[in-house]
Every structure is written in C-alpha cells, then in structure tokens.
C-alpha cells in the first residue's frame, strides 16, 4: 500500500566531522566565557543556568568566541541543505550565526524565529542547530512543538495510545525530542516552537550548541504578508 505524507514537517540531519574545524578552539573559548557568568543571557530565565551570546556579541564583560572556525564547514553543510530542497527556481540566500548556548542540565524556554523580510527581501525560514559539545546519557536535545493544529486538541490524540513511539507517529504526540549526538547537526522551519528540557542529572558536562538563521530572498512578486 501507498504512503503518502501530507502536510509534513521535514527535518533535516547530518553531522559535521569535528576534525574539519578547530572545535577544540571553539569549546574551550565557550567554557572560558561560561566561566565569566554563567547565567548571561537576553531571556529572564533566573531558574535556568545559560549562558548564551544571542544580542550580547559586543558585551567586552566576556572573551570573544572565534566563530571564524566554523565558517567554512558552514558554508558547506548549508549549501548541501539549501540544495537538498525541492525549490522551483535557484534561490539566493545567506546565513547568520545568531547564539551560542553553554549550560550543564538547564533548559530553554519555548520559541520560534521566522524574522520578518528584511530591506534586501531576505526572510527567514530555516534554522539549523549543530550539538557541538553534547552527551545525549546527561543532556536533553531539542524539543518541538507539534506544528498541527490537531495537536492542541487532547480528544484528538488519543490514537497515540495505540501507536508505537516512533518519528513516523509524531503527527499525535503534543512534543518531540529527535535523537541527537555530539556533532549531529539539524535543519528545521523557523516557525516550529521549540526549546530545551532539563534532565535533571545534575552534570558537570558541557553542553554546547549554536543555533543559526538561513534566510531566503524573494522577489517582490513572492512576497507575502
């Protein structure tokens, strides 16, 4: 029998070789501007020990992170993303890194990106996370947010009973959580609502991602809203 998948939300998985780029470098300037303040970050989360860089680039409280090392395994991985969709026409795009996360067990709370168009017409419509320092026996990966408006409903889950817990069922379960690795990285629509659980394993690990924004530009004729 036919399968066919409608309406669904694909993300995208690969992983980045660590010897490609200096991550030695990378987590050690991490854990350094950690150790700084440990609790640095835009969201008022006092329960939550994070530290992230996200609209806090220039603070001279904290040492710079050379995000120069990532640069050129980037470029490559988001251009195999970008070719890997089935668009109808060659695209131009640009990527950003827009927030580095250390913490231990913490958590994030629930949110999605989706800038607006910018003055160039760039919108943003992908996010890729990249696990750089990550145990998956300590640490919780990214949770999501079932997109579906069903989801919000709980008489219209109750066929989840029945299903196996696999990706392939997620359409009727309220969240997810993919398994993840150290250097694992994804692609996901901005939009999707996402965050971080704690895990409650009260560890001494590092737990270390950056998060990116893809955007596409579009031509005035395309643009919606």
Request: hydrophobic fraction near 30%.
């Amino acid at each position: 029998m036919e399968k066919i998948s409608l309406f669904p939300t694909n993300i995208y998985r690969t992983r980045i070789d660590p010897y490609l780029w200096d991550k030695e470098k990378f987590v050690r300037q991490s854990i350094e501007s950690y150790n700084i303040d440990p609790n640095r970050h835009a969201r008022n989360m006092p329960d939550s020990e994070f530290h992230t860089t996200y609209r806090d680039w220039e603070n001279d409280k904290f040492n710079r992170i050379d995000c120069n090392v990532v640069k050129d395994v980037y470029t490559k991985v988001i251009l195999e993303f970008i070719n890997s969709l089935r668009l109808k026409r060659s695209v131009e795009y640009k990527w950003s890194l827009i927030n580095i996360s250390i913490g231990k067990d913490n958590w994030y709370d629930w949110h999605y990106h989706g800038d607006p168009y910018d003055k160039d017409n760039y919108k943003n419509e992908y996010v890729m996370v990249h696990y750089i320092n990550f145990d998956n026996t300590v640490h919780r990966p990214t949770s999501f947010k079932n997109p579906l408006l069903h989801s919000i409903y709980e008489n219209n889950m109750t066929m989840r009973s029945l299903l196996e817990n696999c990706e392939e069922n997620s359409s009727y379960f309220g969240t997810w959580e993919l398994d993840t690795n150290e250097d694992d990285v994804i692609f996901f629509p901005s939009y999707i609502f996402h965050g971080v659980r704690k895990k409650g394993s009260n560890t001494e690990k590092f737990r270390i991602i950056t998060s990116t924004h893809i955007d596409l530009k579009y031509n005035d004729e395309e643009k919606i809203g």
